[in-house]
C-alpha cells in the first residue's frame, strides 16, 4: 500500500506551461482514507472531499491522509477518456522572485455505455520538488453515450517542476476499466480476471462476462420493429473473442450492429475436465426497438 499522503489546498490561476509524462497505468486500485485513525474505503466524492460509507450510507467525511491500496480486480465496465490536456501552471512575483499558485490542470471527456454512479478522479501526482501527492475530484454521474467534460485543477503549495502524473477512475469505490490503460496492461487485467472466475470450475459452457448490447441501427429506427441476429465467434481459452461473423440476421443493419457490439465482449471461457478451453460458439443478439421516433422541426 502507498503510504498516506496529505493533500494541501490552495487558490488557483496562473500560466506558463511544463513538461509532464504520465506514470504506469498497469495496477489497479481502491483508494482509502484516514477516517478518524483508521483507514476507509472512499465510495464517493462531494467536491474534493473523501465520502466513505458509515451504518450502511454513504457519508463525508474529513480525512485529509490519502493511500492507494493494490487490488485484484478492476470494476468490469470500460470508460472512454479522450481529448486529454495536461499542463501546469504558475504566477512567478517580481518583487519577492520565486512562484506561487502552482496548478496542475488536467482537462479530458468521459464517455461510457454504462450508467455509472458516485464516479470520481483520483490523480497522483509525482513533482520533482514536492513528493507525491493524491488529488480526489468529484464526477457524479456518467451517462451512457453521452460525453462528459471534466476539468480538474489541482493547487499545489510549491513549485511543480518536472512531474509525473497517473490517472485512476473509480465508480462506487472501485476503479474501471478505462481507455488510458494500456490495451496490454487491461488485456493483462481482464485474463486475471476471467481466471479468477472460472477457478475450481470442472465443467461449463461459455458465458459472457462483459460487454454491452448492440446500439439500434440508426436506418431502422422509423420501423421500429423487433430484430435478432446470430454472430458465430471462437471463444478463447482466455474469454477473447476471435473471428466473429454474422451467421444470419432478420435485416442486414441488425448483423452489422450486432457484430460491431461482439467484437467487443468478453466471455468467460467453456471449461473442460478443470482447463479453459477454446469453443466455437453462435451468440444471439436480440434488438428491442428503442421507440418510434418523432420529427424535429
Not at 62 to 84: M, Q, S
Not at 95 to 123: I, R, S
Amino acid at each position: 500500500m502507498t503510504r498516506p499522503t496529505s493533500l494541501r489546498r490552495l487558490p488557483s490561476p496562473g500560466l506558463l506551461l511544463a513538461l509532464i509524462l504520465p506514470s504506469s497505468l498497469a495496477a489497479q486500485h481502491v483508494l482509502l482514507v484516514d477516517d478518524g485513525g483508521k483507514f476507509a474505503l472512499v465510495r464517493a466524492a462531494t467536491g474534493t472531499s473523501p465520502c466513505v460509507e458509515k451504518e450502511g450510507k454513504v457519508v463525508p467525511t474529513n480525512g485529509y491522509k490519502f493511500a492507494l491500496k493494490e487490488v485484484p480486480e478492476f470494476l468490469p465496465v470500460f470508460v472512454t477518456v479522450r481529448n486529454v490536456n495536461v499542463r501546469t501552471t504558475y504566477l512567478t512575483s517580481t518583487h519577492q522572485g520565486g512562484q506561487f499558485n502552482n496548478d496542475f490542470h488536467f482537462d479530458a471527456e468521459f464517455e461510457t455505455g454504462y450508467h455509472l454512479k458516485d464516479v470520481f478522479v483520483v490523480l497522483a501526482l509525482d513533482t520533482e520538488q514536492g513528493g507525491r501527492a493524491l488529488f480526489l475530484w468529484e464526477v457524479g454521474e456518467l451517462v451512457p453515450k453521452k460525453g462528459r467534460n471534466v476539468h480538474i485543477i489541482v493547487p499545489m503549495d510549491s513549485a511543480i517542476g518536472s512531474s509525473r502524473y497517473t490517472f485512476h477512475l473509480f465508480s462506487g469505490g472501485a476503479e474501471v476499466l478505462q481507455s488510458l490503460v494500456s490495451f496490454g496492461d487491461r488485456e493483462v487485467a481482464l485474463n486475471r480476471m476471467v481466471a479468477a472466475r472460472i477457478k475450481d470450475v470442472q465443467e461449463a459452457g461459455p458465458k459472457l462476462f462483459m460487454g454491452l448490447g448492440p446500439e439500434y441501427p440508426p436506418a431502422l429506427r422509423k420501423q421500429n420493429t423487433k430484430g435478432q441476429a446470430m454472430i458465430t465467434v471462437r471463444i478463447g481459452a482466455n474469454g477473447a473473442v476471435f473471428d466473429p461473423v454474422v451467421k444470419s440476421a432478420t435485416d442486414p443493419a441488425f448483423g452489422e450492429a450486432a457484430l460491431a457490439a461482439v467484437k467487443l465482449w468478453r466471455f468467460l471461457p467453456m471449461v473442460k475436465n478443470g482447463y479453459p478451453v477454446e469453443a466455437k460458439a453462435d451468440v444471439p443478439v436480440v434488438f428491442t426497438p428503442p421507440g418510434p421516433q418523432t420529427d424535429k422541426t
